[in-house]
């Protein structure tokens, strides 16, 4: 049975793009658009792996759906990896770093994505 990706963004074309990049490896992929979704869908299909985008509706939207999901008994040990194209707020550069106290997911990738580093990140993410 083939690993199951949940990813949750709000940009279609993205969407389109790495899901079928991740399909043509032999991933599932399911998707959802908002935080609020997202949430539902993991719920529901249980993924073995999480790709977030940050900012959706809102600025933290992301941040604040990876914080829900640390918090469900049913859906912390699933590993996050966030995935934006965020480096900068204001002037300032924003450092993303990952763990368990500051943003809790495995990983941060850049968007947009270099396909082969992403896919090891997924690789040694979904494995454990």
């Known amino acids: ?14 969407i389109d793009a790495v ?9 599932a992929v399911v998707t959802a658009s908002d935080g609020q979704e ?7 299909e249980k993924p073995d792996l999480i790709t977030l985008d940050v900012m959706m509706t ?5 941040l604040d759906v990876s914080k829900k999901f640390k918090q ?11 995935v934006s194209g965020v480096k900068k707020i204001g002037d300032a550069a924003y450092n993303y770093e990952t763990g368990e106290k500051l943003i809790p997911a495995k990983a941060f ?3 947009p994505i ?15």
């Open 19 to 27: 899901q079928t990049l991740l399909e043509s490896k032999g991933y």
């Open 58 to 62: 809102n600025d933290s939207e992301g």
């Open 38 to 44: 997202g949430i539902a869908k993991a719920k529901k």
């Open 1 to 14: 049975m083939s690993k199951k990706i949940l990813m949750i963004d709000d940009d279609p074309d993205f």
């Open 72 to 82: 469900d008994k049913d859906l912390n040990k699933i590993p996050i990896i966030i």
């Open 114 to 128: 270099e396909p082969e580093k992403f896919l090891k990140i997924i690789e040694k993410h979904i494995s454990k």
């Open 109 to 111: 990738v850049e968007k």
